[in-house]
């Protein structure tokens, strides 16, 4: 039985409508309703973006830039206004500053071996903090050992948020170039305080680039307010299909940086001896390009902002309070990550007694329907650094609702019950 007493009344966002856009949302999973709580891994899709991704398919399918009859124009026109849509939803200067990638992880390799490959030299430091994913973490490992330079990992407070004096400290003692950092941890769930980390980075010189693949679907996103130099996120995490990633740079940085990958589209003019590289942005985007993926992202984004960003971070924020409120009662539960839900976005990740968290998520889904991610969430060195192996993740989105929340506590009781 789902306990309800003192579930909160879901104030900013019309849950009930907003499941009946999800049509995966409908299914059973094990005879269960189901409770889909991992979209920090990846998030369900809504009928409109499947509808945009059905449509583009049905009606203007051809390859990109290169076709001179309809379809292709069609296409093209889709594909870059979809560019034009990212560029107005984050603030960006103009279209010119969106690359377009397979995704965040793409998007930061880019900028290790473009940008990184040029600048980065013997001595120089990358910061990166404790938190960081592994896409945040091993290009940069990688560039540092082919470059001489170092990688150091800023501390952590007790509570899990970023300890700013041991980035002050770096970068005051450290030849620091670049400080490569989460908007939002998607273990901790911590959000970080951004616009001081990019001031200390800057008075000292660094540049600074944040990986947004957990902030972007959640918050309110202006880059230029950010001030960042570099910002990357993914289309899969916010609504829209797999394989769309995005790199946000300002135009002159983009224009300094050499390409990344080489061949068809990069190009201005090839010929048997030299080629010159195509103009922004399409100098980072070699080879026929994910053109559903960008159309659905537009489509997601359409979505996103009709629902409206402030709104879903205050449901989701309403939603992790509630949430950090039951699990508290749960004895044996183990939350990691900053208490207060002003502080983390829609992430929260814990452990329960000695319950391996893999038999905690195999019991959710089997006898609750509830999907929870179990392992370290690709971020190994953070999960040391609590001398955990291993924890049990929920996240939360738009679509989630406060019974999703009774049925995880409830189920999470069921599997103390089964394995005590
Ligand atoms: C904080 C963070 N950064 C980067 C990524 C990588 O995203 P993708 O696999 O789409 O490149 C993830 C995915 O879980 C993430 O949570």
């Known amino acids: 039985m789902t306990a309800s007493l003192g579930r909160p009344v879901a104030a900013h966002l019309d849950t009930t409508t907003v499941r009946e856009d999800f049509p995966i949302l409908r299914r059973l999973a ?8 991992d979209s920090a891994a990846t998030s369900q899709k809504p009928r409109q973006v499947l509808d945009a991704l059905r449509s583009y398919y049905e009606n203007s399918n051809a390859n990109v830039h290169r076709g001179v009859y309809l379809l292709a124009e069609e296409a093209t026109e889709l594909y870059e206004a979809a560019r034009v849509r990212v560029a107005r939803f984050i603030g960006a200067s103009s279209a ?19 940008w990184g490959q040029e600048t980065i030299g013997s001595g120089d430091t990358i910061a990166v903090s404790a938190l960081e994913h592994h896409s945040n ?18 501390d952590l407070t007790s509570e899990g948020t970023l300890d700013l004096d041991c980035l002050d400290r770096m970068l005051m003692e450290k030849r620091v170039r670049l400080v490569a950092i989460a908007g939002i ?16 980075a ?53 224009q300094s940086m050499p ?10 003019r090839v010929t048997e001896r030299e080629t010159t590289w195509n103009d922004l942005p399409w100098k980072f985007e070699a080879g026929t390009p994910n ?54 976005g829609g992430v929260i990740a814990f452990t329960v007694g000695d319950i391996h ?23 190994q060195p953070l999960h040391e650094r609590l001398g955990l192996s291993a924890s049990a993740r929920a996240s939360f989105y738009l679509y989630n609702d406060f019974e999703d929340v009774d049925v995880l506590c409830d189920a999470i009781q069921t599997a103390k019950a089964v394995m005590g």
């Open 96 to 114: 010119e500053e969106v690359i377009f990638t397979r995704n965040a992880t793409e998007a930061i390799n880019l900028v290790a071996y473009t």
């Open 259 to 268: 390409p990344f990958l080489f061949g068809g589209e990069m190009i201005r």
């Open 357 to 379: 968290p893999h038999d905690l998520a195999s019991i959710l889904d089997r006898r609750h329907g509830v999907c929870i991610r179990a392992g370290h969430h690709c971020a």
């Open 30 to 37: 094990h005879g269960h309703r189901l409770v889909y709580l």
């Open 185 to 200: 941890s998607n273990v901790m769930g911590t959000i970080n305080p951004l616009s001081d980390i990019v001031d200390l």
């Open 291 to 344: 053109v559903e993926g960008a159309i659905g992202l537009a489509s997601a984004i359409d979505y996103l902002e009709q629902i409206g960003m402030k709104q879903i971070r205050a449901h989701e924020k309403a939603l992790v309070a509630y949430a950090l409120h039951r699990l508290a009662d749960i004895p044996g539960a183990s939350i990691l990550g900053p208490r207060d839900p002003a502080l983390r």
């Open 202 to 254: 800057h008075g000292h010189g660094a540049m600074v680039l944040v990986d947004a693949a957990q902030m972007a679907p959640h918050m309110t996103m202006d880059v230029r307010r950010l001030d960042a130099d570099f910002v990357a996120f993914t289309g899969h995490k916010m609504l829209a299909p797999m394989g769309i990633g995005v790199l946000w740079a300002r135009e002159q940085l983009l």
């Open 137 to 154: 973490f091993v290009p940069w490992q990688v560039l540092a050992a082919n470059r001489s330079a170092q990688v150091d990992v800023v």
